[in-house]
């Protein structure tokens, strides 16, 4: 195979690519392009769910169902391949012992298989292989070829996910606006904001803690997805809780037990929570608690995912003024109306 031909159907699936915002079209043009130009029996294109340990298939060409069903080799033996060396290349994939359903394969009727990776941001999210009926190699042209079809699969996927969070997150504001402007109920806001962006990242639960001065600790006062157990296990001190959090910076907690910022690290492990989110929460320039998202798994939170709960986090600040200054203004109203009591006599 020509390079012309590898350089069209790169621009044909970049034309694509700039031109729709429908990710599947894209991606089922990935996997016949690369069948066609490289003449394979098959191509399977699939992302790689890290919470379930598990393949998303996100578009194929060439194999059965009962074959990607359950002649695939599991994410935790191909993934590391792909961090490590780049791409996997096994020349007879019936007896690879790096490979497993070395009988399915045999009766699909797959001899050689290449696997190169799907990036995002220097990350690998899944991965494009290609299947041959019988023995052969790939040549590093074909490798590089497959790779640069493999990254375009990953921007159709990153900006399928970016359109659809900005849609999800506008309607997100949307109902929290619509929320904290119609009611001054404190705890009803609190659980509102806790509840919607716990949904929206898909996190096992979120929390607001407020920083009571008085007793330097910082309090439970609205949480979503936790049990009663955990929320019960006792005050964290302000002092030892994330000091970067509490001095007005986000911060990651990838893993909570090895983590030495981490408090109550048994409850947690008991609680199922793997990595943790902290933003604090403002009133003017002011910390007064933090906001958390707690994940079931090990989980990078994402720049733009940071900057979400950094939002809502303001929102939660806003509310929490009002709510005081409303309390504030009715307190002021009761003193007036009892001091113009008092000197009724002035009328």
Request: hydrophobic share 40%.
């Amino acid at each position: 195979m020509n390079q012309d031909d590898y350089f069209k159907a790169i621009c044909k699936v970049s034309r694509a690519l700039g031109s729709t915002l429908k990710k599947d079209e894209v991606l089922n043009l990935i996997v016949e392009s690369a069948v066609d130009v490289m003449n394979v029996k098959a191509a399977w294109l699939f992302l790689y769910d890290e919470e379930e340990v598990e393949y998303a298939t996100v578009a194929e060409k060439g194999l059965s169902e009962s074959y990607v069903g359950h002649g695939v080799t599991p994410p935790q033996k191909i993934i590391p391949i792909l961090q490590r060396e780049g791409h996997l290349f096994s020349y007879d994939s019936t007896s690879d012992s790096r490979l497993e359903g070395h009988d399915l394969k045999r009766a699909e009727g797959i001899a050689s298989i290449l696997v190169v990776p799907v990036m995002v941001k220097g990350n690998v999210i899944g991965g494009l292989a290609l299947y041959t009926a019988s023995p052969r190699h790939f040549s590093q042209d074909e490798i590089d070829f497959a790779t640069a079809m493999a990254e375009q699969g990953g921007m159709a996927t990153e900006n399928a996910r970016l359109f659809e969070q900005i849609k999800k997150n506008t309607s997100l504001f949307l109902d929290l606006a619509v929320n904290i402007n119609s009611s001054l109920d404190m705890k009803h806001i609190l659980h509102i904001l806790t509840a919607e962006i716990a949904e929206a990242l898909e996190v096992k639960a979120s929390s607001i803690l407020l920083i009571d001065e008085d007793k330097r600790t910082l309090e439970f006062v609205a949480s979503y997805g936790l049990s009663e157990t955990y929320l019960n296990r006792g005050p964290l001190s302000s002092e030892k809780s994330v000091d970067e959090t509490l001095a007005g910076n986000p911060v990651v907690i990838i893993d909570v037990q090895s983590d030495p910022r981490v408090q109550h690290k048994e409850e947690k492990k008991r609680e199922g929570i793997v990595s943790i989110l902290s933003i604090p929460i403002k009133t003017k320039e002011r910390v007064i608690g933090v906001m958390r998202l707690y994940s079931g798994t090990r989980r990078e939170f994402k720049e733009d995912e940071v900057m979400l709960v950094n939002a809502v986090a303001y929102l939660g600040g806003l509310a929490i003024q009002n709510a005081s200054l409303y309390l504030m203004l009715q307190e002021d109203m009761k003193e007036l109306k009892a001091d113009i009591w008092s000197h009724r006599s002035w009328f």
